[in-house]
């Protein structure tokens, strides 16, 4: 009786079948790159905003200013007072004002502050009125998260990741017991029914709320597809697939300045990023579940029946050999963290897997992040950014074939740690310098986190991998909601402290990947026993890694 792996080989590991659903999947990772980094464009800091009391209200409604010439009138200096002050103009010396709008009868629209002794009004803390001189709307100058409240921009991102954790828990496990397919397709409905309430959120509590519920069903979206182009192809091209999804990831950084770029508000953007969502749910009628995951749940029939299909599709036949498929011997059961930590090799990928997708987060969040605090054109620098990640998937095509999983795993992260440590100490009188190294740290950190979703897919067996990446990337998510406090707080000390921080974690984690099995050439793991044989040194022979056989029984 024929393995799964077998009846997928007479399939068509990798036929026209495969290829279709992993075009169609991939798109998931353009969508998915918009909800990561989306806050740059939707949250970016006004250059220009000041606050107006009452009077200066009055005054600029008589007046008939435009917002440049009430800032220049009206905005105390910021380079004195900063953007959280504002004159009192109501304490104009004028007889017994009635009211702020008799107030500011009495001042000039020429010179306001001509009314005052030496030509200076008293300033005083912002209590609300905001204004803001900028040509697109963001969710900063929506809800006013500027001076005092600056903090709860960070509180959004963070926010969005706590929801990316609560996904990978949650929507990780179901898709284990439910089945992928069916959780892919709930989650894009939830990506974009939430995102839609994001855009017309009235009060900030229900664009939090409702963020939380987008970052959840998104990471749903995410891992599962994930989960199901890596379990329909062969071992050979698993390195291929889980690779070139995430050029799409990349492709989707690229595409998203120009949609900030042409949108001229935020809820705009916010629309334009969420709303293709919906299109995925067309996926129901061409993507079938994924018939390893099947296996496991002992659906042999199901299974088969899928595979059947592949073949026809890939021009291939199912010989009556394959009328019935072997499965795992494994009881069926509903999987638990204590799985992932029960015999000594899991236990052991599992805690360096955790470490390695929060570094990656971290740093890879951070730098992203840190482009909308360095000043300069954020369109053209973010367009930049994301240009320089597809060569890190060329790379790694090149690399993890010829020197295995491990050895570009730790060098990437080594790369990102040392470019981060070396930026912080050039000097600023060289930008070219600082700029090439900054770039080499970006690539460093996209390889490392490209490479830590093929690697996390191959140490965890079928029953178990679904829920062991979404786990495992929860550790990643975590890392987004400390990334952003981590950037801005630290920032504001010393605006080189954080890559500081990075540089470190990286290479830290770069020391660790190394005591991970390798994987190359191998099958995906079926059981829990194959995954303990991936650390074995019968698994060695001559230095060369022998392909370990997956263990199973005959029903």
Not at 191 to 209: D, E, K, L, S, Y
Not at 453 to 467: D, G, M
Not at 501 to 518: H, T
């Amino acid at each position: 009786m024929p393995t799964f792996d077998e009846a997928l080989q007479r399939a068509g590991e990798f036929g026209h079948f495969q290829r279709r659903v992993f075009l169609l999947l991939c798109l998931t990772g353009v969508t998915f790159a918009f909800l990561f980094v989306a806050v740059v464009f939707l949250g970016s800091r006004p250059d220009r905003f000041w606050c107006r009391g009452p009077s200066a209200a009055a005054l600029a409604e008589r007046c008939g200013w435009s917002p440049e010439e009430e800032w220049n009138r009206t905005a105390p200096e910021r380079r004195v007072h900063g953007q959280c002050r504002r004159f009192l103009l109501e304490a104009a010396p004028v007889a017994a004002p009635a009211n702020a709008t008799a107030a500011a009868a009495a001042l000039s629209c020429a010179d306001p502050l001509a009314a005052f002794p030496n030509h200076s009004a008293p300033v005083v803390p912002c209590r609300g009125g905001w204004r803001y001189a900028q040509t697109h709307s963001t969710v900063v100058s929506e809800f006013d998260l500027v001076c005092g409240d600056a903090w709860m921009l960070d509180l959004t991102q963070a926010i969005l990741n706590l929801g990316f954790l609560a996904g990978a828990f949650i929507l990780g496990y179901a898709a284990d017991r439910y089945g992928r397919i069916v959780i892919y397709l709930i989650s894009c409905f939830g990506v974009g029914v939430t995102g839609v309430v994001v855009a017309f959120a009235p009060n900030f509590p229900v664009f939090v709320v409702f963020r939380f519920l987008q970052g959840v069903f998104g990471k749903g979206t995410w891992m599962t597809c994930y989960v199901i182009v890596t379990e329909i192809v062969g071992s050979k091209q698993r390195r291929i697939v889980g690779i070139v999804i995430q050029m799409f990831f990349t492709l989707g950084i690229i595409i998203l300045p120009g949609i900030a770029y042409f949108i001229p508000n935020w809820q705009g953007i916010q629309l334009a990023i969420t709303l293709p969502n919906f299109l995925f749910l067309l996926y129901y009628w061409v993507v079938p579940e994924s018939p390893r995951w099947l296996v496991t749940r002992k659906k042999g029939d199901k299974a088969l029946k899928i595979l059947r299909g592949i073949a026809k599709c890939n021009g291939k036949y199912l010989s009556p050999n394959y009328s019935e498929i072997t499965v795992t011997d494994e009881e069926v059961s509903n999987p638990t963290f204590l799985d992932l930590v029960r015999t000594p090799q899991m236990r052991k990928c599992t805690l360096i897997l955790m470490f390695a997708w929060f570094t990656s987060a971290v740093v890879y969040q951070g730098l992203v992040m840190r482009l909308g605090i360095l000043g300069g054109n954020l369109y053209i620098d973010f367009f930049i950014s994301g240009v320089v990640e597809l060569p890190g998937a060329l790379l790694i095509l090149l690399t993890i074939e010829r020197f295995g999983r491990r050895l570009p795993f730790a060098a990437s992260n080594i790369m990102a740690g040392v470019a981060c440590l070396v930026t912080a100490f050039l000097p600023e009188g060289i930008p070219w310098l600082r700029t090439t190294v900054a770039t080499l740290g970006r690539l460093g950190i996209t390889m490392a986190f490209e490479i830590v979703y093929l690697v996390n897919s191959e140490l965890y067996p079928t029953t178990l991998r679904n829920f062991g990446v979404s786990l495992c990337s929860g550790l990643c998510d975590f890392g987004g909601i400390i990334a952003p406090f981590l950037l801005f707080r630290l920032a504001a000390v010393w605006l080189e402290l954080p890559l500081i921080i990075f540089g470190v974690l990286a290479s830290v984690c770069g020391g660790l990947v190394m005591l991970l099995p390798e994987t190359k050439g191998i099958a995906l793991p079926e059981t829990v026993d194959d995954v303990e044989k991936l650390g074995s040194p019968r698994s060695y022979k001559c230095g060369r890694k022998k392909k370990t056989p997956v263990s199973s029984s005959h029903l």
